[in-house]
């Protein structure tokens, strides 16, 4: 299966744990998208890397969020000191780099914070 | 305003019916439109994807572009119940992408 994978699929942890989550991209794609997605809501964008460069950050990530993608392929997305709040699915997307309306997701990372 | 509106739903259709889904935009920069499908717990699907105005065919689903009324359709043909589930569109500028919150469809046996 060559599409983007993520894991783990389901995260249980209690407040104030840090958790990681991980995406692997299509391997051709060089734009990586961290969303997070609350029933009934669409996806809303955390951050996007162009290879290893983090091109953009939204206002939702605090500082207890950091994402990276050390070598341009695999990126890792971590929250300090989980909150209620934090409670969501994380999707990963990826793109091809230049003009495109393909972006392809995940299966997603669902975090539940006790 | 939220960039992208579309009416949640949910809507509920019989089986064999035309299923028309719509959302506005407000800004002129979108030039790829997209439409996904996500069933519950999991991620979202590209059903399929058009660049400016225009209308594109793939089996049962047609996407619909007006740039000029900022609205775009998604028309399934004879729905099925595997169609059930939940349709969000999405908007691109080239670097971002702006999602609606999605529509529940349920087609009824």
């Known amino acids: 299966d060559t599409g983007v994978s993520q894991d783990p699929r389901h995260k249980i942890t209690k407040r104030g744990q840090n958790v990681t989550f991980r995406c692997d991209p299509i391997?051709?794609?060089?734009?990586l998208y961290w969303y997070r997605q609350t029933l009934g809501q669409g996806p809303e964008f955390l951050t996007y890397?162009?290879?290893?460069?983090?091109?953009?950050k939204s206002r939702l990530l605090s500082d207890r969020f950091s994402a990276e993608r050390p070598k341009g392929s695999f990126s890792t997305l971590e929250i300090q000191r989980t909150e209620q709040g934090d409670s969501a699915m994380y999707l990963c997307?990826?793109?091809?780099?230049?003009?495109?309306?393909?972006?392809?997701f995940g299966e997603g990372s669902r975090l539940t914070v006790l | 305003q939220k960039e992208v509106e579309q009416d949640p739903g949910p809507l509920s259709v019989p089986e064999g019916a035309i299923v028309s889904l719509n959302c506005t935009y407000s800004?002129?920069?979108?030039?790829?439109f997209m439409w996904y499908r996500q069933y519950s717990r999991k991620g979202p699907e590209l059903l399929m994807y058009?660049?400016?105005?225009g209308n594109k065919e793939d089996g049962r689903f047609t996407a619909q572009v007006d740039k000029s009324s900022k609205y775009i359709s998604l028309f399934i043909r004879d729905s099925q119940p595997s169609d059930s589930a939940t349709y969000l569109c999405a908007m691109s500028t080239g670097n971002q992408f702006y999602f609606g919150t999605g529509t529940s469809l349920t087609v009824i046996p």
């Open positions: 890397f162009q290879n290893e460069a983090q091109l953009e």
């Open positions: 997307a990826s793109t091809p780099t230049g003009n495109t309306g393909e972006l392809f």
């Open positions: 391997s051709e794609h060089n734009r």
């Open positions: 800004n002129s920069a979108f030039q790829y």
């Open positions: 058009t660049y400016s105005s």
